[in-house]
């Protein structure tokens, strides 16, 4: 036993000595990913835009109060999320970054109090701290809305307004979802075409072929790759976490053992796909395709370059099941959100079917040469 694990450390230190004597392999685990950040990240760094994400929490049954939603549900502004119904509904979606802010109306809004002749009342917008400048814009545009409705009513007094409430939390930026994603993209990078590149050309060289007249078995070889792959990945990662805080003011809120553990399954999770790719292929021709239909589906449905619950809801149930999905989701909730792995049991669960399930057929379609 002791024999075997001397070859597996020895294969993994050759394996990732010629990753880094490679500079482009280099390029494609460290620099490409890198690029990509720079490039996304400064897409999604901007707070500001045309049109609010908003939730309105209407605790009043008068008319006013129903006209009033009304009228904000056709705005070309506004996008009203009507499916949220409770403030703490609201809350949750904006520490997610899903609204800009929340319009909360009292049970008083519209109607008329007594000794009045008019309606009146106190809409309020609910904010995140980092959301300051959309609520700021969106409280401008409610008090030029109000101030036009007060004018039927009377011409001194302003009898509708709206003021501000901020919650004592931050949510989530676009970049957070971004960077989340990012590490899922350069997991893919290095657990994917890492293997299928290699392996076909090892194959061609023959040394694949001499490796197999040796007592090496093929769950050594798997090993030794896995170990030299996680090393070099986790500092790939190290690159783009390190990238992201100083460039782009990154806020790692979770724990950094928790996420360097599962960054180190979702690896091993991705690896798999490339080992049973590369070794069932003879040759770069015959991988190339297999490898697209399975890579451009998770690229564009585990949630790497846009967040999921844009997605209609059955396609959402559907890109849960991915390989990568969960990766990025456990990557996302530890983070930025500060999650535990306990937390996040049913990703990690999802992570180690997939690791049985890939591994198994690796096992089975790999070939010497």
């Known amino acids: 036993m002791k024999k075997s694990f001397y070859t597996i450390f020895t294969l993994a230190k050759i394996n990732t000595r010629r990753v880094f004597r490679d500079r482009?392999?280099?390029?494609?685990?460290?620099?490409?990913?890198?690029?990509?950040?720079?490039?996304f990240g400064s897409l999604n760094s901007g707070s500001g835009s045309a049109s609010f994400n908003v939730a309105i929490i209407n605790q009043s049954s008068s008319t006013f109060a129903k006209d009033f939603i009304k009228t904000a549900t056709d705005s070309k502004i506004l996008?009203?999320?009507?499916?949220?119904?409770?403030?703490?509904?609201?809350?949750?979606?904006?520490s997610r970054s899903e609204l800009d802010a929340t319009i909360t109306l009292p049970s008083t809004f519209g109607q008329t109090l007594p000794g009045a002749t008019y309606p009146s009342g106190v809409a309020?917008?609910?904010?995140?701290q980092n959301n300051q400048a959309s609520a700021s814009a969106l409280t401008s545009i409610l008090d030029s809305q109000f101030k036009a409705i007060n004018t039927r009513f009377v011409t001194n007094v302003t009898p509708f307004s709206v003021t501000t409430k901020e919650l004592n939390q931050k949510s989530l930026s676009p970049f957070d979802y971004t960077f989340a994603g990012l590490l899922g993209f350069a997991i893919i990078g290095m657990g994917i075409f890492g293997p299928i590149n290699v392996f076909p050309e090892l194959k061609k060289m023959g040394i694949?072929?001499?490796?197999?007249?040796?007592?090496?078995?093929?769950?050594?070889y798997f090993l030794a790759t896995m170990l030299g792959q996680v090393?070099?990945?986790?500092?790939s990662l190290a690159f783009l976490f390190v990238a992201a805080i100083i460039f782009f003011h990154?806020?790692?809120?979770?724990?950094?053992?928790?996420?360097?553990?599962?960054?180190i399954i979702g690896i091993v999770c991705i690896l798999g796909i490339g080992l049973a790719l590369g070794g069932w292929?003879?040759?770069?021709?015959?991988?190339?395709?297999?490898?697209n239909i399975i890579v451009f589906p998770m690229l564009f449905l585990s949630g790497t370059f846009f967040p999921r619950y844009l997605m209609p809801d059955w396609l959402q149930h559907i890109s849960a099941f991915l390989p990568l999905t969960p990766i990025i989701d456990g990557i996302r909730l530890i983070a930025t959100e500060g999650k535990h792995l306990?937390?996040?049991?049913?990703?990690?669960?999802l992570i180690g079917v997939w690791i049985v399930v890939i591994y198994f057929v690796a096992f089975r379609v790999f070939r010497w040469e």
């Open 250 to 263: 990154l806020n790692v809120v979770g724990n950094y053992f928790e996420l360097i553990f599962l960054l």
């Open 342 to 349: 306990i937390d996040i049991l049913p990703q990690i669960g």
């Open 231 to 235: 090393f070099v990945g986790l500092i």
């Open 281 to 291: 292929a003879k040759n770069e021709r015959q991988v190339a395709p297999l490898s």
């Open 208 to 220: 694949l072929r001499r490796l197999s007249t040796t007592p090496l078995k093929v769950w050594q």
């Open 79 to 94: 996008k009203v999320h009507s499916d949220v119904m409770t403030l703490a509904q609201a809350e949750d979606k904006m």
């Open 24 to 39: 482009v392999a280099l390029f494609f685990t460290i620099g490409f990913p890198l690029i990509f950040l720079f490039v």
């Open 124 to 128: 309020t917008v609910v904010y995140t």
